[in-house]
């Protein structure tokens, strides 16, 4: 497995809108296999392939406590969604912003896993917020689009002031490697803190 670099907002790459998966073959299974590595070395929930700059419908997530419960969505359809309420939300892409996205509370996506197989499943909570915020990803939307355009001047130019204050350059280690620095994000205190905050 490789552990990839995450593109960071404003990357017009972020914008791209991912293309279906034509066949699950080997080549797809390793990339959600390198999704998985660098979504777990940067302690985020969930990772999108356009966050790696592979423009491919896939996303990978793991909302367990125990970061032991990999799932993998290829081609995922939402095919329904009710209820409306706010969640906080980070993403690996907005290193170390939160903000609350108002988002539908409970869905039913329909997916392709990685035997090629087609499954469905309905999503609340967590795993609803998480689902919904990497298909957006497919679709070139970032979290901050849902904020008012001054909040989103704000965390562009917070972003631009911190990647020039970054010793070696940007990219995914050195936010995974902050990521890890972070107050509590020893085991237990990650898991909540993972919960809480999910980056996404
Ligand atoms: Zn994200």
């Known amino acids: 497995m490789t552990k990839l670099a995450?593109?960071?907002?404003?990357?017009?790459?972020?914008?791209?809108?991912?293309?279906?998966?034509?066949?699950?073959?080997?080549?797809?299974?390793?990339?959600?296999?390198?999704?998985l590595e660098t979504m777990y070395a940067a302690k985020g929930v969930g990772l999108?392939?356009?966050?790696?700059?592979?423009?491919?419908?896939?996303?990978?997530?793991?909302?367990?406590?125990?970061?032991?419960?990999?799932?993998?969505?290829?081609?995922?359809?939402?095919?329904?969604?009710e209820g409306r309420g706010p969640g906080e939300e980070g993403c690996l892409s907005v290193p170390d912003i939160?903000?609350?996205?108002?988002?539908?509370?409970?869905?039913?996506?329909?997916?392709?896993?990685?035997?090629?197989?087609?499954?469905?499943?309905?999503?609340?909570?967590l795993l609803g917020v998480c689902i919904q915020h990497e298909m957006d990803h497919l679709e070139?939307?970032?979290?901050?689009?849902y904020l008012s355009d001054l909040k989103r001047q704000l965390i562009r130019r917070r972003l631009e002031k911190e990647r020039k204050n970054r010793p070696s350059g940007r990219g995914a280690l050195d936010s995974a490697a902050r990521g890890v620095a972070a107050p509590?994000?020893?085991?237990?205190?990650?898991?909540?803190?993972?919960?809480?905050?999910p980056a996404l």
């Open 184 to 197: 509590g994000a020893a085991t237990p205190g990650a898991t909540a803190r993972g919960v809480s905050r």
């Open 140 to 145: 070139g939307r970032l979290f901050v689009d």
């Open 98 to 125: 939160y903000d609350k996205v108002q988002r539908a509370t409970h869905i039913r996506v329909r997916a392709l896993g990685l035997d090629g197989l087609p499954f469905e499943i309905d999503a609340d909570g």
């Open 6 to 35: 995450i593109l960071e907002y404003p990357d017009p790459r972020l914008r791209k809108t991912a293309k279906p998966v034509e066949t699950v073959d080997d080549a797809v299974r390793q990339l959600a296999a390198d999704l």
């Open 48 to 81: 999108a392939a356009t966050q790696v700059d592979v423009h491919r419908r896939l996303l990978v997530l793991d909302v367990s406590e125990e970061r032991n419960q990999p799932r993998v969505f290829i081609n995922p359809e939402l095919l329904h969604a």
